[in-house]
């Protein structure tokens, strides 16, 4: 994962600081994260989900509000109208520098506002929430006890989570009269809902709400004990697995960029260390992603197949492939192909059939399972047809792997 340190112009002309993580290679699309009420782009739960959307090739731009942060402004001075028009802007800069986010994604109070933006941002094609409110008025409830001064002095000091902040009376009159409810209706986009039964400080019916004013297509995830502001790193990056996966859907032929290079083959493979725990590796293959690793037991982290294990996945696919079509064109009963492999090492005197002598040899067990109203001759038939896929005799030829530095 790389990351920049950008700035741009915010909605009442002050410099917002950001930050925009980005995957090796090109990236298949970009998000855009807006953090929760009184926390900041750099919150352990916005960067763990960011890194772990770079691993899945999506870039990430979370950034500081007005006035927080690092961001230049007065927070007195904002509203959440004001939030809106800095994610308006913050979807602009990407627009102008690559391309526009196709991902939304809010936490807390920055769910609410990316319901709110989602739809004058033309590229989002997939909205996600983390423990939002339904209502951006719900905020209020954090300075409740001080609600009658900013009513009658027109602002207070409030103190929530520890910090101090100035709320003016323009704040609660901006919350209050958001039509959040219609904008849910009317989103016309893919939603995800991420929220904590358990949430203490946004509570589960919010998401229920959510929920039942969106229109299809719209999924929901509970994240079980995890707390408002997912401290524990391991719901952060349960968050950012699924959103992967789920945002994979919406992306569809949107996502037509590689991090293979353009001036290589279409059929290139690149590999890169995710510098996210040790060994982990990012395979991609076209604008197809997955994890690769180590396990625990050789000081992995065990976060995707090892290099044997997609070797065997790949003679176990390019079987069933071969066995499929051999079957369709024969117009034979076959119902399901399933391939089983073990990869192991055994000594080279054990195998009968091998030339080499002496050392250790790899070794692939494969068994295959055929269902289907097939006779004993189409079976077997079947069985030499395994040998003859194109990985299969691959593996068995002598090869030659060509390895160069490059810049």
């Given at each position: 994962?790389?990351?920049?340190?950008?700035?741009?112009e915010?909605a009442?002309?002050?410099?917002?600081?950001?930050r925009?993580?980005?995957?090796?290679?090109t990236?298949?699309a970009?998000?855009?994260f807006?953090?929760?009420?009184?926390?900041g782009?750099?919150?352990?739960?916005?960067?763990?989900?960011?890194?772990?959307?770079?691993d899945?090739?999506?870039a990430?731009?979370?950034?500081?509000?007005?006035?927080?942060?690092?961001?230049?402004?007065?927070?007195?001075?904002t509203?959440?109208?004001?939030?809106?028009?800095?994610?308006?802007?913050?979807?602009?800069y990407?627009?102008?520098?690559d391309?526009?986010?196709?991902i939304l994604?809010?936490?807390?109070?920055?769910g609410a506002?990316?319901?709110?933006?989602?739809?004058?941002?033309?590229?989002?094609?997939?909205?996600?929430?983390?423990?939002a409110?339904?209502?951006?008025?719900?905020v209020?409830?954090?300075?409740a006890?001080s609600?009658?001064?900013?009513?009658?002095?027109?602002e207070?000091?409030?103190?929530?989570?520890?910090?101090?902040f100035?709320?003016r009376?323009?704040?609660?009159?901006d919350?209050?009269a958001?039509p959040?409810?219609?904008?849910?209706?009317?989103?016309?986009?893919?939603?995800?809902?991420?929220?904590?039964?358990?949430?203490?400080i946004?509570?589960?019916?919010?998401?229920?709400?959510?929920?039942?004013?969106?229109?299809?297509?719209?999924?929901?995830?509970?994240l079980d004990?995890a707390?408002h502001?997912?401290?524990?790193?391991a719901?952060?990056?349960?968050?950012?697995?699924?959103?992967?996966a789920?945002?994979?859907?919406?992306?569809g032929?949107?996502?037509?960029?590689?991090?293979?290079?353009?001036?290589?083959?279409?059929?290139?493979?690149?590999?890169?260390?995710?510098g996210?725990?040790?060994?982990?590796?990012?395979?991609?293959?076209?604008?197809?992603?997955?994890?690769?690793?180590e396990?625990?037991?050789?000081?992995?982290?065990?976060?995707?197949?090892?290099?044997y294990?997609?070797l065997?996945?790949?003679?176990?696919?390019?079987?069933?492939?071969?066995?499929?079509?051999y079957?369709?064109?024969?117009?034979?009963?076959?119902e399901?192909?399933?391939?089983?492999?073990?990869?192991?090492?055994?000594?080279?005197?054990?195998?009968?059939?091998c030339?080499?002598?002496?050392?250790?040899?790899?070794?692939?067990?494969?068994?295959?399972?055929?269902?289907?109203?097939?006779?004993?001759?189409?079976?077997?038939?079947?069985?030499?047809?395994?040998?003859k896929?194109?990985?299969?005799?691959?593996?068995?030829?002598?090869?030659?792997?060509?390895t160069?530095?490059?810049?």
């Amino acid at each position: 994962m790389r990351s920049e340190k950008i700035t741009f112009e915010g909605a009442q002309g002050h410099d917002l600081a950001g930050r925009l993580d980005l995957p090796e290679g090109t990236p298949r699309a970009y998000a855009l994260f807006a953090h929760c009420f009184t926390c900041g782009k750099d919150i352990n739960s916005a960067s763990r989900i960011a890194r772990g959307l770079t691993d899945h090739g999506i870039a990430v731009l979370r950034f500081d509000f007005t006035g927080m942060g690092h961001s230049d402004g007065e927070f007195a001075n904002t509203d959440f109208s004001s939030n809106v028009e800095d994610l308006l802007l913050a979807a602009r800069y990407l627009r102008e520098r690559d391309e526009g986010p196709k991902i939304l994604i809010g936490h807390s109070l920055g769910g609410a506002a990316v319901l709110a933006v989602a739809g004058e941002i033309e590229e989002a094609v997939a909205v996600a929430t983390i423990g939002a409110p339904s209502d951006p008025n719900h905020v209020a409830q954090l300075f409740a006890e001080s609600r009658a001064e900013i009513e009658e002095k027109g602002e207070a000091e409030v103190a929530i989570a520890g910090r101090t902040f100035r709320v003016r009376r323009k704040f609660l009159e901006d919350i209050e009269a958001q039509p959040q409810k219609a904008r849910i209706a009317t989103l016309r986009k893919a939603l995800m809902v991420f929220h904590a039964p358990f949430d203490q400080i946004v509570g589960i019916d919010n998401a229920s709400e959510i929920f039942i004013a969106a229109k299809h297509p719209k999924s929901f995830v509970s994240l079980d004990k995890a707390d408002h502001l997912l401290s524990d790193k391991a719901d952060a990056d349960y968050v950012a697995q699924v959103l992967a996966a789920w945002s994979a859907r919406y992306l569809g032929a949107a996502v037509a960029a590689s991090a293979v290079d353009s001036d290589d083959a279409e059929d290139a493979v690149t590999v890169a260390e995710t510098g996210n725990g040790k060994y982990a590796q990012m395979v991609t293959a076209g604008h197809h992603r997955l994890a690769a690793g180590e396990p625990e037991s050789v000081g992995g982290t065990d976060n995707g197949p090892s290099p044997y294990q997609l070797l065997s996945a790949a003679l176990g696919a390019c079987t069933s492939i071969t066995l499929r079509m051999y079957a369709d064109r024969k117009k034979w009963p076959l119902e399901k192909v399933s391939v089983r492999l073990l990869h192991t090492k055994i000594h080279a005197e054990d195998c009968a059939e091998c030339e080499a002598r002496e050392g250790k040899i790899d070794r692939i067990e494969r068994e295959i399972s055929l269902t289907g109203q097939l006779d004993e001759e189409q079976r077997g038939r079947l069985l030499e047809i395994a040998d003859k896929c194109p990985v299969h005799q691959g593996l068995e030829r002598r090869n030659e792997v060509l390895t160069r530095l490059v810049d």
